[in-house]
């Protein structure tokens, strides 16, 4: 039987459209967000479930990228990270009850989403977290908050424009990854760095042609250098990006999607990606439709 929220109470406000620079950027990159938290969010809950737990505790943990500008970063300074993703979290822990600054933030990579979430190292785990079949055997997914597919990030002079553009021309990912072996098949030379930023660097450099993965990363590197970058091309896959959790608390997929879906209703959402993504220059685009949850 699912869970069902007697009464949802979650408000954010005043999102300061403003990119936190990071990167080599050097500086805090203008205001926080500010959310509105929920008052006497426990009472909202049923008992035993993990959501009154949460609220009565005020304490809540969550993974998320810090490497990734424009979804997840924390730079060394920091005090915490910014990003769409953490703004998603902040959605989330305000309707508990919990506060930004004291949600407690872990770094969460690619390779350690699942052991976290099975071996309670985190709560919730947002973190550019495609949802697949397979990932759902072991954890649970709700959403998607956020769809996205492989883009191109190139040069604001670029002529490239088009996918078919990329025959000939070389185009750099993470070496191993999916995308560069999508953008061998388009007639591009596929060049491999260890990580993004280096990617980035060749791009700026005019050392390769064009950089390829999720458009929503691409969008993080453009928003740190909107007069020199832009995405480009129609997404040429699709990754949903979902909000994990374990299977063990399965009553709060539901209250996520509720969560999210009202944050979609009244703008939130929308001023979440604006404050973000959106300094990229890219429209705010439809929130999508989140999938049902599975029967209890």
């Known amino acids: 039987m699912r869970f069902i929220r007697t009464k949802a109470v979650v408000a954010t406000a005043g999102l300061a459209l ?3 620079a990071c990167g080599d950027a050097g500086d805090d990159g203008g205001e926080a967000p500010e959310v509105e938290v929920a008052d006497n969010a426990a009472d909202e809950f049923d008992d035993g479930t993990a959501m009154k ?21 924390k730079g060394a300074t920091d005090d915490m990270p910014v990003g769409f993703d953490p703004e998603i979290g902040k959605i989330l822990a305000a309707d508990l009850g919990i506060a930004p600054e004291d949600i407690t933030w872990k770094e969460t990579i690619s390779d350690n989403r699942e052991p976290f979430l099975q071996e309670g190292e985190v709560d919730l785990v947002i973190a550019s977290y495609s949802i697949t079949d397979e990932r759902r055997q072991v954890v649970g997914q709700a959403g998607p908050y956020y769809v996205t597919g492989q883009q191109l990030l190139v040069a604001a002079d670029s002529d490239i424009e088009s996918l078919e553009d990329v025959a000939g021309t070389e185009v750099c990912s993470v ?28 791009v700026l450099s005019g050392t390769v042609d064009a950089m390829t993965t999720d458009g929503a990363i691409l969008l993080g590197y453009a928003a740190e250098n909107p007069d020199e970058l832009k995405v480009v091309v129609e997404p040429f896959s699709e990754e949903r990006y979902g909000v994990g959790y374990s299977l063990d608390k399965p009553e709060m997929c539901e209250w996520i999607v509720d969560t999210l879906t009202e944050a979609q209703e009244e ?18 685009p439809e929130p999508p439709a989140m999938d049902e949850c599975p029967a209890a």
């Open 175 to 202: 070496t191993g990854s999916t995308s560069l072996e999508n953008i061998k098949a388009e007639g591009a030379k596929p060049r491999g760095f260890d990580t993004y930023s280096e990617c980035v660097d060749q």
């Open 18 to 20: 403003a990119l936190a």
């Open 267 to 284: 703008g939130t959402w929308d001023d979440a990606f604006a404050a973000t993504l959106g300094q990229s220059g890219v429209e705010t």
């Open 53 to 73: 737990e949460f609220a009565e505790s005020g304490e809540i943990t969550i993974g998320v990228k810090y490497d990734q500008p424009g979804i997840g970063f």
